[in-house]
């Protein structure tokens, strides 16, 4: 009988021990996972975060270089106060499609940034939307941005 449970001791200390490596594997796999998942989710909130950076950018160049140029000739003060306060509320909304025909050098490389995961942004719905703001001087306004360029579909 002594010898069954010398024999049965290191059966149930190489099984303790198979056991024990076989959970180290488990939980490691899991730690890279989770690394792994938490590393992507970070650089898609970095690529949103530059490509809102950007939007906004080239919708404020948009709205004091061209469009608020192009309201401001020819018009009084008085005009184009009424004129701008149409869009206050609604803002002046400039898809990425027309920031790239009428962006500036430095904006236009910017514009071929705007990808994710291997695809376009949507150059319709992707865009920058500018409320002029009280008094509706040229830099008096805010910038909104609207992404379209799959961020969602990745969650």
Same mark, same amino acid.
């Given at each position: 009988?002594?010898?069954?449970?010398?024999?049965?001791?290191?059966?149930?200390?190489?099984? !303790?021990?198979?056991?024990?490596?076989?959970?180290?594997?488990?939980?490691?796999?899991?730690?890279?996972?989770?690394?792994?998942?938490?590393?992507?989710?970070?650089?898609?909130?970095?690529?949103?975060?530059?490509?809102?950076?950007?939007?906004?950018?080239?919708?404020?160049?948009?709205?004091?270089?061209?469009?608020?140029?192009?309201?401001?000739?020819?018009?009084?003060?008085?005009?184009?106060?009424?004129?701008?306060?149409?869009?206050?509320?609604?803002?002046?909304?400039?898809?990425?499609?027309?920031?790239?025909?009428?962006?500036?050098?430095?904006?236009?490389?910017?514009?071929?940034?705007?990808?994710?995961?291997?695809?376009?942004?949507? !150059?319709?719905?992707?865009?920058?939307?500018?409320?002029?703001?009280?008094?509706?001087?040229?830099?008096?306004? !805010?910038?909104?941005?609207?992404?379209?360029?799959?961020?969602?579909?990745?969650?």
């Amino acid at each position: 009988m002594k010898e069954e449970k010398e024999n049965s001791t290191p059966r149930k200390s190489s099984r !303790r021990i198979h056991i024990v490596i076989i959970l180290v594997v488990v939980l490691a796999l899991i730690v890279l996972a989770v690394l792994f998942v938490a590393n992507n989710g970070d650089q898609t909130s970095k690529k949103k975060e530059q490509l809102t950076t950007y939007l906004k950018e080239m919708g404020s160049e948009f709205y004091t270089e061209s469009f608020y140029k192009q309201l401001d000739e020819g018009r009084s003060k008085e005009e184009l106060f009424e004129l701008l306060k149409k869009y206050e509320d609604i803002g002046v909304k400039v898809s990425l499609d027309t920031l790239s025909r009428t962006a500036s050098d430095k904006n236009k490389e910017r514009i071929k940034d705007f990808t994710y995961d291997g695809s376009e942004c949507n !150059r319709d719905n992707t865009k920058a939307i500018v409320f002029p703001q009280p008094p509706f001087g040229m830099n008096d306004y !805010r910038v909104e941005t609207e992404l379209d360029c799959g961020f969602e579909d990745k969650k």
